[in-house]
């Protein structure tokens, strides 16, 4: 009996999460069609051939829904990854493929990016990459970054082994502001801003090792500290840790 019943689970599971995913893409749909705000949890459900109460048992809001969408971004991004972390040792190298494959995991959905923004850009809403909600995505993204800088060959201080990926981190969310509003074939000032901006970045990580430098570094961190919105500012989900306190 014990065996049936768990012959019975195994069945209806990839079931379950064809249904989670049908919803999932009939609201992203409908976010592009209607616009968030306008889209309703009944109108998804009714698109998605559900009942309200299955679309609800999946996703507890539409911004659950979102996360969803941020959760499945960050599995893309992770898969897509891959190749780059296990090859060349060049940080710079390293950082343009993290970069350029994020971008092209997210290309299919850049028309209605637009859409979140407006939401996510508001440091109270758990749509914000900082916020609690977000908190899943957020570390799958620091994660790359962290294995991105620790599979290099460039030297870095240890007092920032957890400061660095977090910085790294914030650099994407100035590319993903800046990919919002691009408006380019394919995104193309967007690629072109990480071929600019990536061998900076790697050079100012290799520099950051320098004890001279280490001021600058610890006044970075105070202003990252004390203005950046949600748990990114000092919360466990987040923190930007104080390299005087490693």
Not at 133 to 155: F, P, Q, Y
Not at 182 to 190: I, K, V
Request: contains cysteine; charged residues 25%.
């Amino acid at each position: 009996m014990v065996k049936e019943a768990k012959d019975v689970k195994d069945v209806k599971a990839p079931k379950s999460e064809q249904t989670r995913t049908l919803i999932l893409e009939t609201a992203l749909r409908l976010f592009e069609e209607r616009g968030y705000d306008r889209t309703t949890m009944r109108a998804i459900a009714q698109e998605a051939g559900v009942s309200v109460g299955n679309a609800y048992y999946y996703f507890a809001g539409k911004e659950h829904l979102v996360q969803g969408f941020y959760d499945r971004l960050a599995a893309e991004h992770e898969a897509a990854v891959q190749p780059v972390l296990a090859g060349d040792k060049d940080l710079a190298v390293r950082i343009r493929g993290v970069l350029l494959s994020w971008l092209d995991v997210a290309e299919p959905y850049h028309r209605f990016a637009a859409q979140f923004f407006k939401n996510a850009a508001d440091p109270e809403s758990p749509l914000s990459p900082f916020s609690g909600e977000s908190v899943a995505a957020r570390e799958a993204a620091i994660s790359i970054h962290e294995r991105c800088l620790s599979g290099s060959s460039t030297k870095t201080d240890p007092d920032l082994a957890e400061t660095l990926p977090q910085l790294m981190w914030l650099m994407q969310m100035g590319l993903v502001l800046y990919w919002v509003y691009d408006r380019t074939e394919g995104a193309e000032r967007s690629r072109r801003l990480v071929e600019r901006t990536a061998p900076i970045g790697a050079r100012a990580i290799a520099l950051s090792r320098f004890r001279v430098l280490r001021p600058l570094v610890r006044q970075v961190h105070d202003v990252l500290a004390e203005f950046l919105p949600g748990p990114a500012a000092g919360g466990p989900a987040g923190k930007v840790q104080d390299p005087a306190e490693a």
